[in-house]
Structure formats: structure tokens, C-alpha cells
């Protein structure tokens, strides 16, 4: 079977899994969280169905495996989304609301404008894909930086070694992507305005979900997260 074969087959299953709406479990012994995906994207502009299926499919199997969700928030980034779009999500699954929706940069050897390259080695300073569990906060050159540990073996578990924290960055604002077409380029850290990084980091931080999206072939057909 081709990649693009298996790719509509598993995209098609993840949206037949969430419908439009649907009941997703939680870590503890808490009710489980009923979520309308359509509530979601009228929410979410600029968000394809899709990506969102992967990211909630991925949430689902993490949860069945065991992860520890503390938080129960998901924030989705699409970065085959140009960069001076706003490309990251973050998501209160207890509302089914968006309460954040803003630009993030990839590595700078992933692509000056677009993110084309993902890498999980050391001193590739290329974004890595996958999903991730924010953990806590330091203070940094960066300000105020969120730590993330990576869950996708060989996509992303070399976050922490890594230093792949979330963290607020100059090139990265609406000013900036305006005069250059595009918003800056990290090491590999999903950077963020500094105006909003405080709010984002405290509000994602302590075990809540990043789902860090590319229709990736490896990815797709590999990620743990993302099989049936």
C-alpha cells in the first residue's frame, strides 16, 4: 500500500473516531470529557479537520497508554502552516473552546519560512514532531520557559536533552511577521510572542498535551499516538 493510501486511511479513521462529538477519558477517576468538535472549529480558524482528528486521536491513545494529563487542555500546532499565520491552538477540552490561537516558530534549519525538516538529534536545531507533555517552569535567558518532555520515540524524546522548552522570542509577533513575511527562527523551541508567552505557559504548564503536526510519512504511519 502507498503512503498516501495509508495517509487517507488513517486520516479517515481519526475523523470517524472523533465525529462530531464524542466522549474522550481522563487520567484520574474524573467524568470523562464530552467534546464538540464542531464547537472546536468554529473556534479554531484555520484549524483543518484533519489535523485536529490526529491531535485528539493522539490525545485519546495517550490517555489509553498511560500518560499522565494533568491538565486537561490540548494545544495543536500546524507547521505546514506558513509561519506568519497563527498556527498554534491551544484547546480547553472541558469547554470544547479555543482560548489561545497564536503564531509560534520552528527551527531554523527545519526552513527559513516554511517548516519543510523535522529532526529529533542533537544540534540539528530542526523543530521535532509528535506529542509532548509540558512539565514545570524556570526562568531563563528566554524569560519565563516552559520544559517539554518528548513521548513519540525517535520523533521527540530528545526534547529534554535537547533544552526544547517553550519560551518567548523578539521574532515572533504580528509587527515582525508583518515587515518580513514570516516570524523568526529558533533552535528548535516552539517560541512564542513575548507579550503572550507568561499567559501560554501558565496556562499549558503541569501535564497538559502538544500535538506538534506535519504530514510526515514517518510520523504518521510510526507515531505510537497515532495508530488504531
Known amino acids: 500500500m502507498t503512503y498516501i493510501k495509508k495517509y487517507k486511511l488513517l486520516v479517515t479513521s481519526a475523523i470517524l473516531f472523533i465525529s462530531t462529538s464524542f466522549v474522550l477519558p481522563t ?22 479537520p484533519e489535523v485536529l482528528a490526529l491531535a485528539l486521536k493522539a490525545y485519546n491513545n495517550a490517555i489509553q497508554n498511560g500518560v499522565g494529563v494533568n491538565n486537561p487542555l490540548l494545544t495543536v500546532i ?5 509561519s506568519d499565520e497563527k498556527r498554534l491552538w491551544v484547546i480547553d477540552l472541558r469547554s470544547s473552546h479555543v482560548i489561545m490561537n497564536l503564531l509560534v516558530a520552528h527551527g ?14 542533537p544540534q540539528s536545531r530542526e523543530t521535532s514532531l509528535g506529542l509532548f507533555v509540558t512539565e514545570g517552569t524556570y526562568m531563563g535567558h528566554n524569560g519565563l520557559s516552559l520544559r517539554l518532555k518528548g513521548l513519540d520515540k525517535g520523533f521527540n524524546n530528545n526534547a529534554e536533552s535537547r533544552a526544547i522548552v517553550v519560551h518567548g522570542a523578539p521574532y515572533v509577533s504580528d509587527a515582525f511577521a508583518k515587515q518580513y513575511g514570516r516570524v523568526g527562527n529558533s533552535w528548535g523551541c516552539p517560541a512564542v510572542d513575548r ?34
Open 108 to 121: 531554523k534549519n527545519s526552513g527559513r519560512m516554511d517548516a519543510k525538516h523535522f529532526s529529533n538529534s
Open 27 to 48: 487520567t484520574h477517576a474524573a467524568t470523562p470529557l464530552q467534546i464538540s468538535t464542531s464547537t472546536i472549529l468554529s473556534d479554531a480558524k484555520n484549524l483543518r
Open 195 to 228: 507579550q503572550y508567552a507568561p499567559k501560554l505557559i501558565n496556562t499549558i504548564k503541569g501535564g497538559s498535551l502538544i500535538f506538534s503536526y506535519y504530514p510526515d510519512a514517518n510520523l504518521l504511519l510510526h507515531s505510537q499516538y497515532l495508530q488504531a
Open 78 to 82: 500546524d507547521y505546514s502552516r506558513h
